[in-house]
């Protein structure tokens, strides 16, 4: 009956050990905090000079509504003088 006893410890004990051992090299491969700043200082230049990219894309892109909300208006500004200038062309028949 010890012999059972002690065989089913030892082979606890063994497994215990297999799965220690793996949960140290998961571990082990884990980032540590040292790797999250290298990381960060790694990134975080290219992530600053994206946003500015977006941020100039964004400010021309609202240039570019503008102009085209000036030259709606000046079509617009046109529709309404060649209407006159026909209508007074067709008046002076």
């Known amino acids: 009956m010890d012999d059972k006893v002690f065989n089913i410890i030892e082979k606890m004990y063994s497994e215990m050990t297999i799965q220690l051992k793996e949960i140290n090299n998961k571990l082990d491969k884990k980032a ?7 990381i960060e ?11 500015d990219g977006y941020k100039q894309l964004s400010e021309g892109q ?14 617009s500004n ?3 003088e ?3 200038l026909r209508g007074s062309k067709q008046a002076a028949r």
């Open 32 to 38: 540590d905090k040292s790797d999250i700043v290298r």
């Open 82 to 84: 060649i209407t006159v």
């Open 78 to 80: 046109q529709e309404v």
């Open 62 to 75: 609202g240039e570019m509504k503008n102009q085209l909300q000036d030259l709606n208006s000046k079509i």
């Open 41 to 51: 200082n790694d990134f975080n230049p290219k992530v600053e000079a994206l946003l």
